[in-house]
């Protein structure tokens, strides 16, 4: 924006109103130099309200020049900031869709684990109750046996007194 170093035209003066008589009345001259005064100042004014209307038309296009040339501008840096987002969101993760893939396969891999897991604690349960049952009967067996080996060793007493007791008989009807 520049400032013109001249000043805008100054309308002329209103010319004096000669001829006015001692009763108050003007006379023809008078009016008729009134009137083209009258146009004067119109058409002055006309000439100072077109300037100034240039002026502020052409003041109104530097703005707007400048302001297309600040979006053409603000458009380019927006741009080059989305490239740096990109930029800087790939050097954030660089191994991102590797990651990805190997966190869906876990993901994956867990909902497998779940129902073998409940499996697993099926079958230890049922192992559980099978080792307590096999326990069970094999303390069973154990105390069987003992009680075999009692009854046995107690059948072997008796027929050995049963024994002694036939050849003590046998000895004594020698």
Known sequence: MQKSDHAPPQPPPLPTIQGIT??????????????????????????????????IEKKKMEVRER???????????????????????????????????VRKRIDVVNKELKPLGTNVQKKEKEYKDALDAFNEK?????????????????????????????????ESMQ
């Open 22 to 55: 001692n009763s108050g009345s003007l006379s023809f001259n008078s009016s008729t130099n009134m009137n083209m005064a009258d146009e004067e100042i119109t058409r002055s004014a006309l000439s100072n309200f077109r300037a100034k209307e240039e002026e």
């Open 67 to 101: 302001v297309q040339a600040q979006l053409g501008r603000v458009e380019e840096e927006t741009k080059r900031l989305a490239l740096i987002r990109e930029e800087l969101e790939a050097l954030a993760d660089p191994m991102r869709k590797d990651v990805s893939v």
């Open 138 to 170: 094999n303390k069973e067996k154990v105390q069987l046996i003992n009680k075999l080996v009692e009854l046995v060793g107690e059948s072997e007493r008796l027929r050995m007194k049963k024994l002694e007791e036939l050849s003590k008989s046998v």
